[in-house]
């Protein structure tokens, strides 16, 4: 069998989604796909729509095969860190024959190009980060990209996969639909953006959800998606409102803080009624949307400076991977897994336990932010320690 790889958050799994994976099967007959998916936090600063265990239960149900959980130190970071954090995950599986990733401009000789270019840039990308730019308009600044951020993403990990001399081999999709942060459906591929935006909408105008057609969405999934499950952003601001306040003297060893933008979110916060509002107080030239966005919920899950030095230090490496579900084929990559990989697999969190002081510090940040992103609503799955992975 060829085991093909995607890195994704399917929050939620869309019709965009199964349009992937329908084409990696359609290209490689004997496929079978592994899903190294977000938890319950996600990379632009997100919590995600449904828990990660009815994420990964929804993408078994349309096409994967197995799915591992990416740790929440790497799923909530920019672009470099997550991508360097996913592509050492996949590397030390010993078993990726191929990583499939969606991109805008769907040319992969182009991606590469731009990859092995750009590691003469830094210094170039440094000051035009500092000039004010946001992390993607200084990025095709000086590589000749779209603004494009999945054409971004599948750099950094063909970057990272040439800093590593990894043998798997990259593939891309061209991206069918709408932009991934398009807030409006769309008739063929809406974005998950899209999808969530119409979701809270619904829940604020105190609409029926399940009654409506959902086109962009598997209909196996729909059951899936009750009012009392979902979980939006909005909804940690009281959270992060608490950590802030609670941790005021510490905030500026929060990651990606700097240049005393603790003092201007502690003043916002005392103004702010909504996440959005704190956001939009806070952002500038030199700190966008996003990156105001993701600062927000690294205050919530209390990243550090140190945590991302300290793995950066330790080359990305992740001490362990969690199963969070599989079917039959699953079964047979992990039989694959187990004899090849170098890394630690967790089947029931409750049996694990870490080895050393960074093993503990990946361990604690996933266990934590599975209690943070349930203190309010219950989630299908709520407990680490008391689920095992799920088995189609």
Not at 182 to 185: G, N, V
Not at 257 to 261: A, F, H, R
Not at 273 to 291: A, F, V
Not at 368 to 371: N, P, R, S, W
């Given at each position: 069998?060829s085991i093909?790889s995607?890195?994704c958050?399917?929050n939620?799994?869309h019709?965009?989604?199964?349009?992937?994976?329908?084409?990696?099967k359609?290209?490689?007959s004997?496929?079978?796909?592994?899903?190294?998916?977000?938890g319950?936090?996600?990379?632009r600063?997100?919590?995600?729509?449904?828990?990660?265990?009815t994420?990964a239960?929804?993408?078994?149900?349309?096409?994967?095969?197995?799915?591992?959980?990416m740790?929440?130190?790497f799923?909530t970071q920019?672009?470099p860190?997550?991508a360097?954090g996913?592509?050492?995950?996949?590397?030390?599986l010993?078993t990726?024959d191929?990583?499939c990733?969606?991109?805008?401009t769907?040319?992969?000789?182009?991606?590469?190009?731009i990859?092995?270019n750009s590691f003469?840039d830094?210094?170039?990308?440094?000051a035009?980060?500092?000039?004010?730019k946001?992390?993607?308009?200084?990025?095709s600044?000086i590589?000749?990209?779209p603004s494009?951020?999945?054409?971004i993403l599948?750099?950094?990990y063909?970057?990272?996969?040439?800093n590593?001399?990894?043998s798997i081999?990259?593939?891309?999709?061209?991206?069918?639909?709408s932009?991934?942060n398009?807030?409006?459906?769309s008739?063929?591929?809406?974005?998950?953006?899209a999808?969530?935006?119409?979701?809270k909408?619904?829940?604020?105008e105190k609409?029926s959800?399940?009654?409506?057609?959902?086109?962009?969405?598997?209909?196996?999934?729909i059951?899936y998606?009750d009012?009392?499950?979902?979980k939006?952003?909005?909804?940690f601001?009281?959270y992060?409102k608490y950590?802030?306040?609670m941790?005021?003297?510490?905030?500026?060893?929060?990651?990606e803080?700097?240049?005393?933008?603790e003092n201007l979110?502690?003043?916002n916060?005392?103004?702010a009624?909504?996440?959005?509002?704190?956001?939009?107080?806070?952002?500038?030239?030199?700190?966008?949307?996003?990156?105001i966005?993701r600062i927000?919920?690294?205050?919530?899950?209390?990243i550090t400076?140190?945590d991302?030095?300290?793995?950066?230090?330790?080359?990305y490496?992740?001490?362990?991977v969690?199963i969070?579900?599989?079917?039959?084929?699953?079964?047979?990559?992990?039989?694959?897994i187990?004899?090849r990989s170098?890394?630690?697999l967790i089947?029931?969190?409750s049996?694990?336990t870490?080895k050393?002081?960074?093993?503990?510090?990946?361990?604690?940040?996933?266990i934590?932010?599975?209690?943070i992103?349930n203190?309010?609503?219950?989630?299908y799955?709520?407990?680490?320690?008391l689920?095992?992975?799920i088995?189609?």
């Open positions: 069998m093909v995607i890195i958050e399917y939620p799994f019709t965009g989604h199964q349009y992937q994976i329908n084409k990696i359609s290209l490689i004997d496929a079978k796909i592994l899903c190294l998916m977000s319950n936090f996600v990379q600063g997100d919590a995600s729509i449904l828990d990660k265990h994420r239960k929804i993408a078994l149900k349309n096409g994967a095969d197995l799915v591992l959980e740790p929440c130190l799923s920019v672009a860190i997550f360097n996913s592509i050492s995950i996949l590397n030390s010993n990726i191929y990583l990733f969606g991109s805008e769907g040319n992969l000789d182009d991606l590469k190009k990859a092995k003469l830094k210094n170039i990308l440094k035009q980060l500092k000039s004010g946001s992390y993607i308009k200084s990025y600044s590589s000749n990209v494009t951020s999945n054409d599948g750099i950094e063909i970057k990272a996969m040439i590593t001399n990894s081999t990259p593939y891309t999709i061209l991206r069918e639909g932009a991934y398009d807030t409006s459906l008739e063929k591929y809406s974005s998950a953006t999808i969530r935006h119409f979701f909408t619904k829940i604020d609409k959800i399940l009654n409506t057609d959902f086109n962009f969405l598997m209909q196996n999934s059951e998606f009012e009392k499950y979902l939006f952003d909005e909804d601001f009281k992060i950590a802030i306040i941790n005021e003297k510490n905030l500026k060893n929060i990651f803080i700097s240049e005393g933008l979110i502690i003043s916060i005392k103004k009624d909504t996440l959005n509002q704190l956001i939009m107080m806070t952002k500038s030239k030199r700190y966008t949307y996003t990156r966005r927000m919920f690294n205050i919530l899950l209390n400076k140190q991302i030095a300290t793995i950066k230090e330790n080359y490496k992740s001490p362990y969690r969070l579900g599989f079917n039959e084929n699953g079964r047979e990559i992990l039989k694959e187990k004899q170098d890394i630690e089947n029931k969190t049996l694990y870490p050393d002081e960074y093993s503990k510090l990946f361990f604690e940040k996933d934590k932010a599975t209690q992103y203190i309010e609503k219950k989630s799955y709520y407990n680490d320690f689920t095992s992975p088995k189609l």
